[in-house]
């Protein structure tokens, strides 16, 4: 089991720009969340996909979106990109209402705008 | 609202020392508590997790945590530090009021061994 895969592992973009990253989650898992670590804090929850459906969406502008494909891999978008927007994006997998059950974490994309 | 404080951002004991990080949980419901670690420039890693059962976790690595109502905590311990412990550790807690079970996390205590 390959677990939760994330790409790309780094990404430079600059201020207005958008980006895309790419989680696949753990095999048998139907839920996704995604999280933003800024440098030196914990981890703060973006949203969260279940059936393509966003759920549940934490204190983020707009600019973010998601998506979660059949498949239940899941993508992250931000678009104007803000040199604030610069953090570790960290995408969760878990089975659905298993509160019970650990979410499995990817590496992490590093986002850097420039 | 759920919350998880983490007291102490930086801890520091000698290899071979007892482990001490402590984390702190408000929950209007009964929590489900985890605490993860995270290695320089990698993504989290599940040590151990409270879900009711035993107060008393024990996790990877020789970790262990003791879940106190009365104290509202969950502190994480480990008899005798290894070099290799030295990462940033976080508690979380799992947002069951809301359905979603998201994770809120405290802000992070980074453990550094002398040795």
């Known amino acids: 089991d390959a677990g939760v895969t994330q790409s790309p592992t780094h990404l430079i973009k600059t201020r207005g720009q958008q980006v895309t990253l790419r989680c696949s989650p753990k095999s048998g898992h139907d839920t996704v969340s995604w999280y933003q670590q800024a440098l030196g804090q914990g981890p703060q929850f973006i949203f969260q996909y279940y059936e393509e459906e966003e759920r549940q969406r934490g204190n983020f502008p707009d600019r973010f979106s998601g998506h979660q494909f059949p498949n239940y891999s899941s993508e992250l978008n931000v678009n104007a990109l803000l040199l604030g927007d610069s953090a570790l994006y960290l995408c969760?997998?878990?089975?659905?209402?298993?509160?019970?059950?650990?979410?499995?974490f990817g590496q992490g994309t590093r986002l850097t705008v420039v | 609202a759920q919350s998880v404080t983490q007291l102490g951002s930086h801890v520091s004991v000698s290899e071979g020392a007892l482990v001490l990080l402590r984390c702190n949980y408000s929950?209007?419901?009964?929590?489900?508590l985890f605490w993860y670690v995270q290695y320089p420039n990698q993504g989290l890693q599940l040590l151990l997790k409270?879900?009711?059962?035993?107060?008393l976790v024990k996790g990877i690595n020789g970790f262990e945590a003791e879940f106190k109502k009365s104290e509202t905590s969950f502190h994480l311990t480990k008899p005798s530090a290894h070099m290799s412990d030295a990462a940033e550790y976080f508690c979380?807690?799992?947002?069951?009021?809301?359905?979603?079970?998201?994770?809120?996390f405290g802000t992070g205590t980074r453990l550094k061994v002398l040795a």
């Open positions: 969760a997998s878990s089975p659905v209402n298993r509160g019970d059950t650990e979410a499995f």
């Open positions: 409270y879900t009711s059962a035993a107060t």
């Open positions: 979380a807690v799992s947002d069951r009021a809301s359905g979603t079970y998201k994770y809120i």
């Open positions: 929950s209007s419901v009964p929590p489900y």
